[in-house]
C-alpha cells in the first residue's frame, strides 16, 4: 500500500490547514485513515480517525473542536482539518491506514505515509 499525505506547509497562528491523504492503486473504501503526529518524548500522538463507516473521532482534548476527520471515498481521499492553529501544532502529520476499525495506537495501522510537516509561525 502507498499511502502519501499532502498539504503541509507554513501557517500562522490561528489559521487553518487541510492535509489531504490518499491511496495509490487501492480504493480507499475498506480502510480506517487515522492521523498522528510526532511530539517530543512520544513516538507518535493519535490526532483522529474515520473509519470505513465514516464513524470518526479525534482523541486529544487540546484538538477537539478545532481539528476535524473526513474523507471522500470518490475522491480516494482522506483529509484532516486544522483550524485555529497553535504553536504547539508544529510538527510532522502522518497518516495511515488499518483494514481493521480506528484506534489510537500505531500498531493498528498497516501502512503509513512519509509524513507531511506543518510550521506554525507568524
Known amino acids: 500500500l502507498d499511502v502519501v499525505e499532502s498539504g503541509g506547509g507554513l501557517v500562522q497562528p490561528g489559521g487553518s490547514l487541510r492535509l489531504s491523504c490518499t491511496m495509490s492503486?487501492?480504493?480507499?473504501?475498506?480502510?480506517?485513515i487515522g492521523w498522528f503526529r510526532r511530539v517530543p518524548g512520544k513516538e507518535h500522538e493519535a490526532v483522529g480517525c474515520?473509519?470505513?463507516?465514516?464513524?470518526?473521532?479525534v482523541y486529544s482534548f487540546s484538538m477537539k473542536g478545532r481539528f476535524t476527520v473526513s474523507r471522500d471515498n470518490a475522491k480516494n481521499t482522506a483529509y484532516l482539518q486544522m483550524d485555529n492553529h497553535r504553536p504547539e501544532d508544529a510538527t510532522t502529520y502522518y497518516c495511515a491506514a488499518a483494514l481493521v476499525g480506528c484506534s489510537a495506537q500505531r500498531w493498528g495501522f498497516e501502512a503509513w505515509g512519509q509524513g507531511t510537516q506543518v510550521t506554525v509561525s507568524s
Open positions: 474515520i473509519d470505513r463507516a465514516g464513524d470518526r473521532n
Open positions: 492503486g487501492h480504493p480507499l473504501d475498506p480502510y480506517s
